[in-house]
């Protein structure tokens, strides 16, 4: 069933993630939401429908959101709007990455170009993998968590809520990272 879809952010991320969805070719791209951008702006051929503020007036000509903001507080508060407007929260997987069938992402994920979510993994809500990076069989990402650029998690590994791997950062087999943790550019931690 194709859904009309808004998504929220206009910045890189959410350009990126809008492509994601035209690739795929199953829903209607209705345009953005952008607390920071000038109303009548446009991103490529799609309009910029107003601030977050504007959610509950635009249900009548959206069925689903994808908040595409990269900052994971941010993205974690305009949930809680998303919901109060009625909105679906969709997930977005770029046709170029790969999903295990075994795998279970809950809701408003963005699994981006060149990504693996491998066996059994666990995507919590609002998590995002950014191009290129890998969360291997049985690892855990907690709700918000962002795995940038090339990120890594090797299996068993469990990245917290809101926690953010940066680009190229890597966790070996069966590590935790607590909640809210930031790994710079290429940090590697180890059991």
């Known amino acids: 069933m194709s ?7 206009a910045g890189g991320h959410g350009r990126s993630v809008a492509e994601a969805i035209l690739l795929l070719g199953r829903d209607e791209l209705v345009g953005f939401v ?3 951008a000038d109303a009548t702006a446009k991103v490529w051929s799609y309009p910029i429908l107003g601030g977050t503020d504007a959610l509950h007036s635009l249900r009548v000509h959206a069925d689903a959101v994808v908040v595409a903001i990269g900052n994971n507080a941010v993205r974690e508060k305009l949930y809680a709007k998303v919901r109060e407007a009625g909105f679906e929260l969709l997930n977005v997987i770029h046709p170029t990455a790969f999903v295990s069938p075994t795998a279970t992402l809950g809701p408003g994920c ?3 170009a060149g990504a693996v979510v491998g066996t059994e993994a666990q995507l919590g809500e609002g998590v995002i993998v950014n191009c290129g990076a890998t969360v291997d069989h049985h ?5 918000f968590g962002h795995l940038g650029v090339n ?3 090797a299996g068993g590994s469990v990245l917290g809520h809101c926690a953010w791997m940066q680009a190229g950062s890597a966790l070996g087999y069966g590590v935790k990272v607590e909640s809210g943790v930031v790994l710079v550019p290429g940090e590697a931690r180890s059991v």
């Open 110 to 112: 963005a699994v981006m």
């Open 3 to 9: 859904r009309r879809v808004i998504v929220i952010g």
């Open 139 to 143: 690892c855990r990402v907690h709700a």
């Open 34 to 36: 952008d607390d920071g």
């Open 151 to 153: 990120a890594c998690m």
